[in-house]
Structures are given as structure tokens and as C-alpha cells.
């Protein structure tokens, strides 16, 4: 009999990693790097490929993506609910909740739609507080999106892994976290590793000011990202706010980024081009949004954090759980 006992409590206290949000968290940042070391060994040190050439890239990026979101996290790490199927995990991470498919590629377009509206107004207001007039060689100049299409422009192309940072930050960190925290903190939290996983980019020498402004409006639209996919449990809004968002940013700031101190950009970024302004408008127009054309969306994400609650004893919750 006490062997028996002994093993369930065993049992019960085998370590699941999705029980831990924060060493998820570690372990997906360090999965992430890990795989975009070992893709860039493969294509540029042994395959040849040069590293300032669009396509190379592009492959270099997609493929150490798919490697993290599609082998290393559902089958090494078992995140984000642990040992699924392969199905089950693209359901567990929003990424086959497409329906109502029209409907949630309406709400995505028209959040995109308050965004660049605001970037737009931040080049003009800059323009206006140079004194200047808005003519239409500016009007043309700010919203041409010919210099972000081909063939003048790779963005289409370089743009599109940025679809596989929400699979990662909302799919799965998110999700992660909602399994121990409430809404808002898990949106938070993950917002947080959002905005401080673009400090990374001092690596690549990049300005100490424009790479804080980043952080901080990161976070920011993190902050969104992370509101819509709760609301929807769809990683397809998301992920077309987040692309269009990175196709058509040096079209419709470009005034900006031309024209002014790396510091002002980084103040206009934080307040008005992806900050303050643009996610409130977003979030309150989502909120709307959802409310009165997807009914019930709020109340169906958690159906599997509770089904999971249900099937495992409440001894192995965590400590911080709701």
C-alpha cells in the first residue's frame, strides 16, 4: 500500500514545464536563439549563402521559425499545455481558430486601418511642427506604397516571419501564462518579453535611444496583440495587424524617419506611430468589434484552461494560479 501511495505522489509531482510560465518562457527564448544559430551555421557557414542577400535572409529566417514553432516547441518542449498532438497544439495556439474566417480578417484589416491612420498623423503633425504646409507632393510622398512593393522593394518578403512572432509571443508565451495568471496579467507579462526580446537589437549595434523607444512601444502593441487574441482566441487578427503593420511602416513614417532626431522618432513611436494612441483606439474598437460581431468570443478562450484545471488534480497547480 505504500508503495502505491508513493508512486502517485510521484506521479503527481512529475515536473511538467507548462506549469511554469517563467521557465517556459526562459526555455522558448533560449529554443528561439538556439534555432536561428544553428540555421545560420547551415545556410551561411555551410550551404554559402550570403548573409546581406534578401532571400538568404528570408530562408534563413523562415526556416529557424519553423523549427521553433512547429518541431522544437510542441514536441521537445511540449509547451504550451503540454504532450499534445500536433493538432491539438495548432488549436492550443490559435492558429486553426480561423472562423468566422471573414469576420476576423475584417476586425484585423480594420484595427490595421486605425494604426497606419496613426503613423500617418505622425508624420503630418511633424511636418506641421516643422512649419510647413501639407501640399500634395507630401500627401503622395506619405501614402505611396510603392517604395514597400516589389520590385522596388523585398518587404513583402522580409516582413512575413514577423507572423511567426506572434505564433511565439501570443500562441505560445501567451497561452502559457493563462494557464497559471489572469487575463491582463498574462497579457502583460507577455508584452513585457515582447518588448525587452527587441533589446536584442543592440547587438546588432543598433541606437541605444531608437532600440528603448522600441522596447517601450513593442510592449505597447504587445499589449494589443495580446487583447485581441484573448478576445478571439485567433492568432489571425494578430498576425495581420502585425504584418501589414511591418510591410508599410517606412511608407507611412518615412517623413518622419528622414526628417527628424532618432530621439524624436522614438518619442513619436511611443506616443502616436505604434504606442499610446493607436493600441488604445485598437483595443477599444476590438472590444466593440467582438462584442457585437463575434458574440461569446470573450467566453470561449478559457474552455481549454478550464478543461485542463478540470482533468489534472488541483495539487499540481501551480501556487500563483487563479
Known sequence: MKSTNTNNQTE????????????????????????????????????????????????????HHILTVFILVPFVLHLPKGKRTFRQYLDDIGLSRVHPFIRLVLLGLSCYIILALSQVAASVIYRLSE???INGAFIRQVL????????????????FPSIFEEMVFRGIILTVFLGTYS?????????????????LNLLNGADLVWTMGQVVWAFIMGLFYGYVFVRTRSLLPPMIVHYLSNVFISTLVGYLQVRASIEVQALYGVILSLGVVP??????????F???WLPGSGARQFSDVEEAAIR??????PAGSR
Open 12 to 63: 503527481k509531482k512529475k515536473f511538467q514545464l507548462y506549469q511554469h510560465p517563467w521557465l517556459s518562457l526562459l526555455a522558448v527564448m533560449v529554443t528561439f536563439v538556439f534555432s536561428m544559430v544553428l540555421a545560420g551555421i547551415v545556410f551561411i557557414g555551410l550551404i554559402g549563402l550570403s548573409d546581406n542577400s534578401p532571400a538568404a535572409q528570408f530562408t534563413q529566417m523562415m526556416t
Open 312 to 317: 489534472q488534480p488541483s495539487s499540481t497547480l
Open 144 to 159: 505611396d506604397p510603392s517604395r514597400d512593393l516589389p520590385p522596388g522593394s523585398p518587404s513583402l518578403l522580409i516582413s
Open 290 to 292: 467582438t462584442s457585437r
Open 279 to 288: 493600441v488604445t483606439l485598437m483595443i477599444l474598437w476590438t472590444r466593440y
Open 131 to 133: 512649419g510647413l504646409s
Open 183 to 199: 487575463e491582463r496579467k498574462s497579457i502583460i507579462f507577455s508584452s513585457a518579453a515582447f518588448g525587452l526580446w527587441h533589446a
